[in-house]
């Protein structure tokens, strides 16, 4: 049989029962979609991660108090030194491959402005802050180093302050009131974009370390330090420098692990999208799985199929087929209906990731790679679970498969 | 004249566990080109065994069986497929059609499996071969659209269309009536005058008098071979047949 009649016979069985053919593809829809979907799922995030942490800034380096607990004994909460503005002196003054440093203190509070009421969160940090987290601003000024010694009630908000709490006002100049403490608008940042993990970047006032640390926190400890190194080649030098001024400036001798953890814009970014690399491959499986039940629902009905066309199968051999045109046939029958699975279940995918991120409800970003992967797993899923059945079918002796009943 | 079937000391043995079965034991006669030949004899007498030797479904125990000068004996499974896509057209008593399946499409199953692609219009060669059956005027239709005599008109159509030296049927009336058996043994007998060799089964002693020959098996040995004397033409007793049914009001 020629490979033109071959499709149409293949083609032509399936028609005769559409409603047997959907069902039994079903599977391989259901499976292919999913193992797309839940790819996409997993690489949005991955991507959402990334973006996130570049927005953090270039050649940033953070420094956080306590240890990752790797090796050596933890000395539980509260036994390390927590950071203080000394601490970013020393760096400022010792350090030779930063470019700027800034102390970041964290607290989040109800803050009352012409709009209303918002809730957000409040960073307190240094001159550097700019210059550390690459965050240009769109109107007004930042604060100056006068401001930061005299702890000046001044703040630089993000877009989205301005769009709760000065919906129609320009707010430079505006006043707002955080924990009943009046802070002067001089600037506003420009817009870091909405990202669908976490909150918004743009939800966020940046105050002087020193105003939020006197005025809102109370105490001398910051939560974390932020530098950033000359240039990416100066990073690993410059991460080595900090820790050593670290050490010094807290005292550590030889034997004692460090009370603090250094990591890079590149360290933070790889941990997470291993996470979300493995979070991506476990939702992949779970769908692969799915798609090999798809697989053993074929199979199932093409065995069903033989049966049922074993006398049809006994006539196309009285009529001259060969066995190898029975297995092909069958073969064919098969695989046409996976692949047509696979085809549906990818454009159920397409369409189900396009909703999703047209309407913002989850970012998804389909690969030419796991189309391509799935496209031919359910092709090779037809082959593989057509073939037993197909063989089945070869095997048939023409009398015995006229006679059966 | 060509002879089309040999058969030399022709045996089938069925095995079942310990048992054994002969079918046929040894049987010889040939058939020419143009012969129309019943074969007749009792239940479990060997006809449909030897019907399905000469069809090449199945391989003998043992004896030789020539087909149009070939030497059928040690040719491959894929030989024999080709022997009945090019050689013998088929007829079985339970019609055997494809189900939901066109009067065309069916017709045109064995030209699907055709390597040697004689056809170059394999639709326009079924519709032929239907309009051979008297048929024109039921191309789309499906099986169950059609009664049992249009039917096994298009199992004959299909028997037909690759021009086969040999057409084999296997008590091809076996499920019809008698009236509609003799518009079948009619096509038989119209399509035996075009030339087409034909050699089929059947029960019916008046029916086997419809074809040129006899030959009778009994426990698979010919018991009876001989020409038929007073041959009856199907299409007059047709004509008979009306008539009386005009004159006798049931
Ligand atoms: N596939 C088979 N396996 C075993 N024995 C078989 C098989 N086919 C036929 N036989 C035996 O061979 C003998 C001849 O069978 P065959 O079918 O040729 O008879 P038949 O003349 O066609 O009978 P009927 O008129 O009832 O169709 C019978 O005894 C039957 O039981
Ligand atoms: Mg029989």
Known sequence: ?????????????????????????????????????????????????????????????????????????????????????EDVEKIRKKAVYIKGITPIVRTSSQ?????????????????????????????????????????????????????NLFPSQEPVGKYIRIRNVPFKII???????????????????????????????????????????KSVELIDSAQVELRLIMRDSHRLNETEDDDFSIRNQTQITETFSE????????????????LLVGG???????????????????????????????????????????????????????GVSFVLNTYNIMTMIITPFVVIISFFFSAAVGVFFGFYPARKAAALNPIDALRYE | MDMVIETRNLCKTYKIGEVEIKALRGVNFSIDKGEFVAVMGSSGSGKSTLM?????????????????????????????????????????????????????????????????????????????????????????HLPGQLSGGQQQRVAIARALVNDPALILADEPTGNLDSYTSMEVFSLFQQLNDEGITIVLVTHERDFARYAKRVIELKDGRIIRDALIQNRLYAKEDLKLFKQSEIITPI
């Not at chain 1, 800034?57 to 953070?62: A, Q």
């Not at chain 1, 092909?328 to 996976?338: C, T």
Request: glycine share 10%; proline share 2%.
């Open chain 1, 275 to 290: 996470t979300a690399r493995t979070l991506t491959l476990l939702l992949g499986s779970v769908a692969g799985v799915s």
């Open chain 2, 52 to 140: 399905n030797l000469l069809g090449c479904l199945d391989k003998p125990s043992s004896g030789d069986f020539f087909l149009d000068g070939i030497n059928t004996n040690g040719l491959s499974k894929n030989e024999y497929a080709a022997i009945r896509n090019q050689k013998i057209g088929f007829v079985f008593q339970g019609f055997n059609l494809l189900p939901r399946t066109t009067a065309l499409e069916n017709v045109e199953l064995p030209l699907l499996y055709d390597r040697q692609k004689k056809h170059a219009n394999s639709a326009q060669k079924a519709r032929n071969a239907l309009c051979r059956v008297s048929l024109q005027d039921r191309f789309e």
């Open chain 1, 187 to 229: 600037g506003v940042l420009e817009s870091k974009g909405q990202s669908t993990m976490g909150p918004s970047n743009d939800d966020i006032i940046i105050a002087p370390s020193t105003t939020v640390l006197d005025r809102l926190v109370g105490g001398r400890y910051i939560n974390l330090i932020q530098a950033s190194a």
């Open chain 1, 1 to 85: 049989m020629n490979s033109k009649n071959i499709f149409k016979v293949a083609i032509r069985s399936i028609l005769k029962s559409r409603m047997r053919g959907l069902l039994t593809t079903l599977g391989i829809i259901i499976g292919v979609a999913s193992v797309i979907i839940m790819v996409a799922i997993g690489q949005g995030a991955q991507e959402n991660i990334t973006q996130q942490i570049s927005a953090l800034g270039s050649n940033l380096i953070i420094i956080y108090p306590g240890t990752t607990a790797s090796g050596g004994v933890n000395k539980g909460a509260g036994s390390f030194n927590r950071f203080t503005l």
């Open chain 1, 296 to 350: 053993i629902g074929i199979m199932n009905i093409m065995l069903v199929s033989v049966t049922e066309r074993t006398r049809e199968i006994g006539l196309r051999l009285s009529v001259g087929a060969r066995s190898s045109d029975i297995l092909i046939q069958f073969l064919v029958e098969s695989i046409l209906l996976s692949l047509s699975g696979g085809i549906i279940g990818i454009l159920i995918a397409f």
């Open chain 1, 111 to 163: 803050v009352i402005g012409p709009g209303g009421n918002w809730n957000t969160s409040i960073e307190g940090v240094s001159t550097d802050f700019q210059e550390v987290r690459n965050w240009k601003l769109k109107s007004g000024a930042f604060f100056s180093d006068r401001d930061l010694l005299s702890r000046s009630k001044v703040a630089v908000i993000g877009t989205d302050i301005v769009t």
